[in-house]
């Protein structure tokens, strides 16, 4: 199937837009360069919609616009509909057993109505149509639902028309079920696995009804009986296939959760456990102030050295010595200590001196002598009080001088224990601090990950892998015991079947039944294995050109591959598993899902159209013109929608690859974005013949400038 040719009307921003694709086998690729909000999208969706109906409309459908947003018809209703032009591949066998091939012509017309008022809008039911060009003009065809159907199922939507974001759908996806189901329906698809399951499944019933006529066969033994055994054994055996089956299928899916979880928790441990980070920083805290603590004492007993006598002893040694002699010469002439005054106070109380005379008051002789006495009373007052001093200080230096030199080392045995007690300290202090400082950015740049959880996560994921798998060896041994049942019954049935005439027909049926499911279960199975292998092998080929991989130089790709289970696989070096949405980049994810689409295409050998919307986003240099050049090489049909960004570079593949290049313009991006005024006064997208190397006056794009960013 290729596609001739799309009409839009009133489809969002394609209010009026016809589009023609290049069919030449040897210039397979249409190029639209469309620049953001310019329709790329729109037309996508468009053809989808003109195909599938409403179901392939994006997010809930009845949420979803069709008319333009800026609706200004005088009527409230807008008429939405897109034509597409089909062309098809027939084949008819002649009567000499030779097959003709031709192409017949198909227009594909679906319309919708919605009603608008204001923001509001209501649309109505789609209707489709479909016609057949002949020589006399186009005539109808009835069911055209189903020719749709059998031409591109709706399971290859995504395979033939792709949203450079939506196709890592086939490897990105929130749980692996449903990129697995993506893969395997679009294998089953492609490879005719459905028509095969839906042909065994039809024998299978046939089978069962022969069966059944069996029963009514009389015989010497009970035909009917064994008949009956035989249903309930295949039936034992088709319900322990199911659960093995989904056991198997569950046991691998809750294999790659763990995987994932596994990895995740061991790239949290490499980064650090939250639980052991927060205990380290805690103890770290802790011995941050006990070491803060320790260095107050430490201060303190070093403040307390310098208080000490022994530092005083030590500070003033020389000039200590030197008072001591000078204070011991005084004490030798007894300039000190002196009592005299208390005797000469006793002498004035008694009025009578040591002579004899009196010291009263009675005559001035008496008073004379009493003045005397006072005198020297004040005189020897005033020279004790510096010998009392003189002897307090001969006294204290004594004891001063009197320590020994082992007790005046001590203090400075005491004061460089305390000094290197405050540096280690000091040290200490620092040490804490870097590492309180490491494990708080540790723990900020830790992910909201608790390895507690994820553990307890693995240990029930495991437990739910091993119930699976227990689940799976049981109903395996199920059916190995109901395969023999079921063949010894059939044995039993088919002599019994042989001796009577009725009989014999009904086993020959069935014979004829069970070498047609033989044949069917080996087709499916070779074509499930071989076919699988074949599109994984081309995948990889396609998957490490693009990217420009060899794994013979030391590549950290080494290789892609589609599992048994329909898993898309990537692998790096030492065979290790990478995981395709987390451990490649976004171009090489774009890449492998080109590849999938591209190898899946070629192995199934059908002609159809590849439909993809920015393909090239997010690629540079080599792998952007690699994707390109493989692209344009191995579909039969290739419809790009670029940006001049993602052509440029490209040119010349463009120029050699591709049979048609136009241009798509929004209107409504002038004055900002647009060189000159268009004719529309509505924003709209426009056609213009323009390829990927010129420009009209309805593309031509401005260059960003400062003036233009003020406009």
Known sequence: MKILRARFQNFRLLRDVEIDFSTDPDRPLTVIRAENESGKTTLLVGLQWGLYGDYALPGRASEFRLHPINWEESSEQAIISVEIDLELSRSRSTRQGSTIYHTEVYRIT?????????????????????????????????????????EIPEELREVFFTDGDRALTFIEAADTSSKRDRVKNSIRSLLGLDIIEAALNHVKATSRKVNAEAKSVGANESVEEVATELENAESEIEGHGKIIEESRFAADSIELEIRDLEKELSNALIKGNRVDLERRRSRNNEGYKRANAAKKTAVESHSELFRSMAFSRDLIGKPLQDSMARLDALRTQKRFPKTSIPVLEDILKAQVCVCGASLGDKDSSDQHRREHIENLIED??????????????????????????????????????????????????????KEARELDIQIKQLDDVDTT???????????MRDLRLGDKARSEAQR?????????????????LREQTKGAIVLANLNVAQDVKD??????????????????????????????????????????????????????????????????????????????????????EVVAPNIIDTPL?????????????????????????????????CEDIVDAEAGRVFTLTNTGHYPRMLEFEPDSEISEVVRCECDH??????????????????V
């Open 480 to 496: 190995t015991h109901w395969s023999d049942q079921a063949e010894r019954l059939r044995r039993r049935r088919d002599r019994l």
């Open 453 to 463: 959880v994820l553990q307890n996560s693995l240990r029930e994921l495991r437990k």
């Open 380 to 433: 020897s007052r005033q020279a004790d009080e510096l010998q009392e001093v003189l002897t307090e200080l001969f006294y204290s230096i004594r004891t001063l001088s009197e320590v020994s030199a082992s007790e005046r080392g001590n203090w400075v045995e005491q004061f460089d224990d305390v000094a290197n007690r405050r540096d280690s300290l000091d040290s200490r202090i620092q040490e804490l601090g």
């Open 693 to 710: 190397r010129s420009a009209c006056q309805i593309c031509q794009r401005r260059v960003l400038t400062e003036a233009y960013a003020e």
């Open 519 to 604: 044949v069917l279960e080996r087709a499916y199975e070779r074509i499930t294995h071989e076919e699988l292998t074949k599109v994984s092998n081309l995948m990889n080929t396609y998957f490490l050109e693009m990217i420009g991989s060899d794994p013979e130089q030391g590549s950290v790709i080494r290789r892609a591959a589609i599992s048994k289970q329909f898993d898309i696989l990537v692998y790096g070096t030492d065979n290790r598993e990478l995981r395709p949405d987390r451990d490649i980049n976004g171009a090489a994810r774009r890449a492998l899902t080109l590849a999938f689409i591209m190898a899946l295409t070629k192995v199934s």
């Open 617 to 649: 986003g997010m690629m540079s240099g080599y792998i952007k013109r690699a994707v390109l050049t493989a692209a344009s090489r191995e579909s039969s049909q290739l419809v790009l929608l670029l940006t001049r960004s993602e052509i440029a570079g």
């Open 110 to 150: 679906r319309t919708a109505q919605e009603t608008v008022n204001g923001t509001d809008w209501q649309r109505d039911t789609s209707s489709l149509s479909l016609h057949h060009r002949t020589e006399k003009g186009w005539d109808e065809v009835h069911y055209p639902d189903r020719v749709i159907s059998d």
